[in-house]
């Protein structure tokens, strides 16, 4: 499985960015997603988690509200909408997937990791 993301960029406080993952290689549908970033000097957190269907989600209770993970599976794109973006959320955004069609909330239980994008709010 190959995951491409793309999507970051530099905006100013208050404003919205979508992230976008493409996937391939296997069946999408085979798997949960999953949204990670890492900001300078800190671990790589789980932002947002998806399952196979896109019925579940589970968010961070930093993004809560201001974020929100889709997928469209005729695509193979899982998707991050990022609205009233804060400086805190500056990060280098990772896709992941999982071998579960459940959704997945621990870092370890993901097996497929795209390249990171960067993700840069000034205020």
């Known amino acids: 499985v190959q995951l491409q993301a793309s999507g970051g960029g530099l905006v100013q406080a208050g404003g919205s960015l979508r992230l976008s993952c493409v996937a391939s290689g296997r069946t999408f549908t085979d798997y949960a997603m999953g949204w990670f970033r890492q900001a300078p000097g800190k671990e790589r957190e789980l932002v947002a988690a998806?399952?196979?269907?896109?019925?579940?989600?589970h968010y961070a209770d930093s993004v809560k509200g201001r974020f929100t993970i889709s997928r469209d599976n005729t695509k193979k794109t899982v998707y991050l909408q990022m609205n009233s973006l804060k400086p805190e959320d500056t990060a280098i955004y990772s896709c992941?997937?999982?071998?579960?069609?459940?959704?997945?909330?621990?870092?370890?239980?993901?097996?497929?990791w795209g390249q990171g994008t960067q993700v840069t709010v000034s205020s």
């Open positions: 998806i399952n196979w269907s896109g019925r579940s989600t």
């Open positions: 992941a997937g999982s071998d579960s069609t459940l959704m997945i909330l621990t870092r370890n239980r993901y097996h497929y």
